[in-house]
């Protein structure tokens, strides 16, 4: 008789429920670029500009929903209305490309900004609070909780590669009006996460003791504290609330804020798309800026603890380059699989929206290579730290456009490039992610003080807001119409110009970071 205990069935409702949710998300975003400039008839660069706002504040609510769940609500109720939120806003976007072929632009542009508003809203409320839970369903030292967050994952790229699929099938057919569609099955497919939660939260969302996860917090639970941390506390954040951090900290946030939204054009060049004020931008940035250093001030921090943090922010400043480059996925790179690449196989034509599940079937096969790997160098004592290997994945970041660049560079006007270099560029990019995506999710939860891992990690999504946001700003230079744009003095005039930006960008931050590496890991006092 086998002894390997299985799992508890909670961890496949989660898994359910987040392989639906992702369906809704990743089934939105592989058409949603397409949607702006195909039905609405937006120009590239705007397209670009709303989504680097709507994937960087995707981002930016989790902070919120995570607060609200730890102090009042509990992770099941912020799930639920989560999930309704995001429900309501794929309708809306249904709603806003039903009218889309009509003369009235502006009513399905306004319907689409509501829609997006309730997503992101919505995300802000979800995201946070279902993977914690997965961690809750087992013992403090079950042995099984890193496979546990394995199969998570793997729903997560279950649903990332379905989406694409389905949703690109019925909703990017060449016909603008049928973008509909694909907004239509990204709404039911939440409405499936949410239904199979209610059903089963209450039978299988149970600790092994029996008792019931993610209720709402009591006022005994909210008011004791942490049994582990307690010593650590100083007097002096015991007296009240730190004013004087929260002024500088406000302070920072307003001067940053106005740096970004004042002149974006300052630091991108005349004439770039974002001269005017960008106020959701700033408010990405500035935050990015501010909330870091208001948790590295805390007085109750040991120098071995501050250190620690620091640590994490360093890295996270160089994951901005990462996400910027590999979002680049949900805009220029579907324009360039679009318009610029061959999608005929065997005499069928692939659709554009396709191109989104490859990373996902990538990560599902490469996930378990990766980790036989990091296992065997780790037993040969050989293992590369932390961050050589997220300098690893900025590499193969910028191998992935290295390759495109050549790929395109003797395309005359008018021809097409074969769908291999799209497809290398994508598996480059996917060993990258698995470098650099899990391992720094791990470093964060294991540099993180206990009192501080819920809003250090929610400070690690604060830079992936960033990056996306910046991903849309770069979008923005993706060459059209023979114009030629230039980015900090770099002069972006051909397809071979703007891939070759992000091997700069991404070559440039993996020689920074392998060459910090040492030094960083030496600051993380042990820890690997």
Request: charged fraction near 15%; charge should be positive; proline fraction near 4%.
């Amino acid at each position: 008789m086998s002894t390997i205990k299985r799992h508890p069935k909670g961890l496949y409702l989660l898994f359910a429920t987040e392989m639906w949710e992702r369906f809704s998300y990743y089934g939105m975003r592989s058409i949603f670029t397409l949607y702006l400039i195909q039905a609405l008839l937006l120009d590239k660069a705007y397209a670009a500009q709303i989504y680097g706002s709507y994937q960087g504040l995707v981002y930016l609510t989790p902070l919120l929903g995570g607060y609200i769940a730890d102090r009042y609500w509990g992770n099941r109720r912020s799930i639920l209305t989560g999930g309704l939120l995001m429900a309501l806003g794929q309708f809306l976007m249904f709603f806003s490309a039903s009218y889309s072929h009509t003369e009235n632009k502006g009513f399905s542009m306004m319907m689409m900004m509501i829609g997006l508003g309730f997503l992101i809203l919505g995300n802000g409320f979800f995201k946070p609070n279902i993977s914690s839970m997965v961690g809750d369903l087992y013992s403090p030292t079950d042995s099984r909780k890193d496979s546990a967050f394995t199969i998570f994952y793997m729903g997560i790229n279950l649903g990332a590669f379905i989406a694409p699929l389905w949703c690109g099938f019925v909703g990017d057919t060449g016909h603008p009006e049928d973008f509909k569609w694909g907004f239509l099955s990204a709404g039911i497919g939440m409405i499936f996460s949410v239904i199979i939660f209610l059903a089963f939260k209450n039978k299988y969302l149970n600790r092994p003791d029996g008792t019931a996860i993610g209720l709402a917090p009591t006022a005994e639970e909210l008011a004791a504290p942490d049994e582990n941390t307690i010593d650590k506390i100083s007097k002096t954040t015991q007296k009240g609330t730190p004013w004087g951090r929260i002024a500088m900290s406000i302070g920072l946030f307003i001067v940053v804020f106005l740096l970004f939204s004042v002149n974006f054009a300052f630091f991108v060049g005349e004439g770039a798309v974002f001269a005017n004020a960008d106020w959701i931008g700033a408010v990405i940035f500035a935050g990015t800026v501010a909330v870091p250093v208001f948790v590295v001030t805390d007085p109750s921090l040991s120098k071995i603890e501050r250190t620690r943090i620091i640590v994490i922010f360093i890295i996270a400043f160089f994951v901005i380059f990462f996400w910027a480059a590999f979002e680049q996925a949900g805009a220029s790179l579907t324009y360039f699989a679009s318009e610029q690449t061959n999608r005929v196989v065997m005499g069928w034509e692939m659709p554009t929206s396709y191109f989104q599940s490859f990373n996902a079937i990538f990560v599902v096969t490469l996930a378990p290579v990766f980790a036989m790997i990091w296992s065997m160098l780790g037993k040969k004592k050989i293992e590369p730290s932390s961050p050589t290997k997220q300098a690893l994945g900025l590499f193969l970041l910028a191998l992935g456009y290295l390759v495109i660049a050549f790929g395109v560079k003797d395309i005359a006007p008018g021809e097409k490039s074969s769908i291999l270099w799209i497809t290398a560029l994508y598996l480059l990019h996917t060993m990258g992610e698995l470098c650099l995506s899990p391992i720094g999710l791990s470093m964060v939860s294991k540099l993180s003080p206990v009192r501080f891992s819920s809003l250090l990690m929610g400070v690690w999504f604060l830079s992936t807001a960033a990056a996306n946001k910046f991903a849309g700003i770069l979008s923005s230079y993706y060459p059209e119409g023979g114009a030629v744009k230039s980015f900090m003095g770099y002069q972006v005039a051909t397809l071979y110009d703007f891939f070759m930006l992000f091997v700069f960008m991404a070559g440039a931050a993996a020689v920074i970071l392998f060459l910090l590496s040492k030094k960083l890991q030496n600051m993380m006092g042990g820890i690997e």
